[in-house]
């Protein structure tokens, strides 16, 4: 366990950080020595504050200024609706960290255990590649497209959040008043990036400046914490998924071929012609009764060894599963309302852009809301399709045992592999909120429901 509490932070990408900064995100070693509590305390809070801020403001102008306008009144919701959701979606990111710690302690200690694995296959077909330097690159390769899909976040959400801060600036109405008599004549009001009610005070300058200013960061704060609690989940589902395929090419390098056997079986007995593994045995007796047999043979020891392989690459599956199970834990709540938020705030924000769009009246508005609809399809799309890659890659376990030269192998080691592939027969999935699961299907489900509703508002602005 010492070896893997040093590399957890290995685990954790860039979005950790950040979060981090935040005060939303302590990690497991500082965790355990409770430094400097008060000060990650402060930030989480001031962080919650400027979440927090942006629903106040924009329920503001629904209850002292009600909009007249259809589109203005989603807008508001849509505000509403998405600051809820990223509210919920922290606070049970932050509720759940203990879940998290221990998944990626889990994580450390299976990439500890099976570290070189895959080096002992020697032959056997398989499902890409058996060294211990592809798994390595596979570990890598998972990496790498965490931090890819973060760059990707971040620039889609730089779009979405300079449209929101600068849209006022651009169509003209960030004209705050110098004076009380021009607050007596009919002059529209100053917008602001969040749809907020203003008072007579806060319409002058310096006091809209800073209105302006503050929401500015509101808007950062809260869309670098949707996008880096979005990344970091997407990261834990990507060391899943990264373990999951290890494991296939694990299990396909357990197995000798009939070609392999016989070559083998040409060999010196010594122990220089024993895979790696074999020199490196260890016993799994607390869970499999593995018989010391005298080795008579080279035929029996590759048997043996190959047994023991296989023993070893059951543990590791066991311990995924368990894995899947702490991060189904973690996430199964705050994604279950996300998607749901989210199906909500596409419908809102397809149905603001058409019909501003078709007015013609203020397409800056427009273009803000075109700018932050991909981020939500963007969001919803990543949770489903990586969650999805974990029922493909444990689908393909059976396969992967199934495809190899189990035929050649003796009597115990076949019932073994009957057991592993009834096993794993029941794909590993992540059901949030118990209901839905993350798949594509799932994915498909939110755009159909956000199609419904923006039909159905869509209806309703045409009757009027």
Not at 247 to 256: E, M, P, Q, S
Not at 325 to 340: G, N
Request: proline residues 3%.
């Amino acid at each position: 366990m010492t070896v893997a509490r040093g590399r957890q932070h290995l685990l954790v990408g860039r979005s950790g950080g950040v979060l981090r900064l935040l005060g939303l995100w302590t990690p497991p070693a500082q965790r355990d020595r409770r430094s400097c509590d008060a000060f990650v305390l402060l930030r989480c809070c001031l962080s919650f504050i400027l979440m927090a801020s942006m629903p106040v403001a924009s329920f503001s102008k629904l209850y002292w200024d009600t909009p007249d306008d259809l589109e203005e009144l989603s807008s508001c919701i849509f505000v509403i609706m998405a600051s809820i959701a990223l509210l919920i979606k922290a606070g049970c990111f932050v509720a759940q960290q203990r879940s998290v710690h221990r998944l990626l302690r889990m994580v450390a200690a299976v990439r500890a255990a099976h570290s070189e694995q895959a080096a002992a296959g020697g032959g056997g077909g398989g499902c890409g590649g058996g060294g211990g330097g592809g798994r390595n690159d596979t570990r890598a390769a998972y990496r790498t497209r965490a931090d890819a899909v973060f760059l990707y976040m971040q620039g889609m959400t730089a779009v979405a959040l300079c449209g929101w801060v600068c849209a006022p600036v651009v169509s003209g109405d960030a004209s705050p008043s110098s004076s009380s008599d021009e607050l007596n004549a009919t002059l529209p009001h100053a917008k602001t990036p969040l749809p907020t009610w203003l008072p007579a005070g806060a319409q002058r300058s310096p006091g809209y400046e800073l209105l302006y200013l503050f929401e500015a960061l509101c808007l950062t704060v809260s869309s670098q914490v949707l996008l880096c609690v979005d990344v970091f989940f997407i990261d834990l589902i990507l060391l899943v998924v990264a373990e999951l395929q290890v494991l296939n090419d694990n299990v396909a390098a357990v197995f000798v071929g009939a070609t392999g056997s016989e070559r083998r079986e040409e060999t010196p007995t010594g122990d220089s012609a024993l895979p790696a593994v074999r020199r490196r045995r260890r016993t799994f007796s607390e869970t499999f009764a593995v018989l010391d047999v005298t080795v008579d043979n080279t035929t029996q020891r590759i048997s043996e060894d190959m047994y023991d392989q296989l023993v070893g690459n059951i543990r590791h599956h066991q311990m995924i599963i368990q894995c899947v199970q702490v991060l189904q834990m973690a996430m199964s709540y705050s994604i279950f309302a996300l998607l749901f938020f989210n199906m909500t705030s596409i419908c809102l924000n397809i149905f603001v852009t058409a019909s501003l769009l078709q007015s013609d009246v203020d397409l800056v508005t427009a273009l803000k809301a075109v700018f932050t609809t991909p981020v939500f399809l963007y969001e919803s799309a990543m949770y489903c399709i990586f969650g999805q890659m974990i029922i493909d890659q444990s689908e393909h376990l059976p396969l992967s045992a199934f495809s190899c030269g189990w035929t050649d192998a003796d009597t115990r080691l076949q019932k073994a592999v009957l057991v592993f592939m009834l096993r794993s027969s029941q794909p590993l999935r992540i059901q949030v909120g118990k209901t839905y699961e993350l798949s594509k299907e799932t994915f498909v489900r939110v755009l159909n429901g956000s199609y419904a509703l923006f039909n159905m508002l869509y209806t309703f602005q045409g009757k009027k």
